[in-house]
């Protein structure tokens, strides 16, 4: 078997990739994950297999189906703003041009995704859209398009690296059942397997072709953790209201911590048990204990609410909570790093992701948001801030940035892993620095350019 692009991971990324590179009906594509092509009965995520220790508070997990966590997104997009990309490789105009050009195929109003109404010098409604994507595999067709070929449950496990050249001829994958294909690539190998994923595959490729010593021990980490806090009148704040497919949050330039928040539902402990559920494997037993928390959760989460209504703490109909996300830096203090642990019948290493969550300075927030809020946020006391209430792990970012002038095995502006003329790689990892607002349509620009690229 050949194929022009072979493609790991379904996700954001390769999704959007395989999309536009399949315009070009004389070019062949390979698909590979480790998910399914069909969809379960019920919808839920699964333990990501490539984790093996995780900081407790981190709940990074998979769909286990083609699209990633596309699957389970709730197609909430932003385009990052200029002042979140300034330290990037690559110009907010390259960036924004994409954008608009993949906006326009998909008939989505680019102004929705980056309108600003400045409130002042340190804070502005940032609008974000409602889309109506769902799975972008799904919503692509990639499957009954005659130039992609899709391999299910299976991933990369070996490869052939000509020297001479400096590119990968050969790739071997494997399934679940340990059936072993060789794939030809006739031009370029795409990781595009997740912000996590995408490191078992570069260690992979780098120990292969450099050796271990070229391949970092350390890697940073950052996320969005995000947090529902105190009480709000919803009535008060209509801007933060959704309405119709859009809906701002207010992005604040914070003294301590840049962040965005808008309204939500009132804070009755739901994060407690979105995090328990992630911690199942698989099985069947899962499946019973989580059929268990569900029943007890509903129960938990209805009759406390009803609790809050007779008690007179919140009314029925108009009373919210704050939810807020915030930007982290990257450093050393949260980590991931490969374990002696392997998945993938032994082929892969596992992850040890060690999240710290630095909480943010309770004084300074409260200021800001009573400034931004005109002082109608209520009941928000500091052990809110606690790291047992923050829910985090969706966006892992910023593991391998791309640079300008990347040495050998790091990423260039091109997406392409210096030194493996045909090895490219894209997902949140290679961001410099991750910014407030979600990144996943920021992510299908950079694909969209990349596919200009290759």
Not at 433 to 443: A, D, E, F, Q, S
Request: aromatic share 12%; glycine share 6%.
């Amino acid at each position: 078997m050949n194929f022009d692009y072979v493609i790991i991971g379904s996700g954001a990324a390769g999704s959007t990739l395989a999309h536009e590179l399949s315009k070009n009906n004389k070019i062949t594509i390979a698909i590979i994950d480790i998910g399914k092509t069909r969809k379960p009965k019920k919808k839920r995520q699964f333990k990501s297999p490539f984790l093996n220790q995780c900081t407790p508070s981190y709940t990074h997990s998979v769909s286990g189906v083609f699209g990633g966590n596309t699957e389970l997104w709730s197609s909430k997009i932003y385009l990052l703003t200029k002042e979140e990309i300034s330290s990037w490789p690559i110009s907010y105009q390259d960036l924004l041009e994409n954008s608009k050009d993949l906006a326009h195929e998909l008939d989505i109003n680019h102004n929705e995704l980056c309108f600003h109404e400045y409130i002042d010098e340190k804070a502005f409604y940032h609008r974000a859209k409602r889309s109506t994507l769902g799975n972008l595999f799904d919503y692509f067709h990639l499957s009954q398009k005659e130039n992609i070929t899709c391999f299910e449950e299976s991933t990369l496990v070996d490869l052939e690296y000509n020297n001479n050249s400096r590119r990968i001829n050969y790739i071997y994958i494997q399934d679940k059942l340990s059936y072993q294909k060789k794939i030809k690539v006739n031009k370029s190998l795409i990781f595009c397997a997740g912000g996590l994923g995408n490191l078992s595959l570069y260690k992979k490729a780098i120990e292969e072709i450099f050796g271990s010593k070229e391949l970092p021990k350390v890697f940073p980490i950052v996320d969005h953790p995000h947090i529902t806090i105190g009480r709000i009148n919803n009535k008060l704040m209509p801007k933060l209201n959704r309405f119709k497919d859009v809906e701002d949050c207010i992005f604040v330039q914070g003294k301590s911590n840049n962040y965005a928040f808008q309204t939500t539902a009132p804070y009755l402990g739901d994060k407690f048990f979105r995090r328990l559920e992630k911690r199942f494997a698989d099985t069947k037993l899962s499946y019973i204990l989580l059929f268990i928390i569900s029943k007890f959760e509903k129960f938990f989460l209805r009759y406390k609410r009803i609790f809050l209504i007779l008690t007179g703490q919140i009314d029925r109909y108009n009373t919210g909570s704050i939810e807020v996300w915030f930007e982290e830096i990257v450093n050393y203090k949260s980590t991931v790093l490969f374990s002696d642990k392997t998945w993938f019948n032994g082929k892969l290493s596992k992850l040890n992701v060690q999240y710290n969550y630095e909480r943010p300075n309770y004084k300074i927030l409260k200021n800001e948001l009573n400034k931004y809020t005109n002082s109608n946020l209520y009941r928000f006391k500091k052990n809110q801030l606690d790291e047992r209430n923050i829910y985090s792990g969706l966006k892992p970012s910023c593991s391998t940035p791309m640079k300008l002038n990347p040495l050998k095995g790091e990423v260039s502006s091109d997406c392409n892993i210096s030194g493996i003329k045909n090895l490219f790689m894209i997902g949140t990892n290679i961001y410099p620095t991750i910014g407030v607002t979600n990144p996943t349509w920021t992510l299908m620009a950079l694909s969209k350019r990349l596919s200009k690229i290759l």
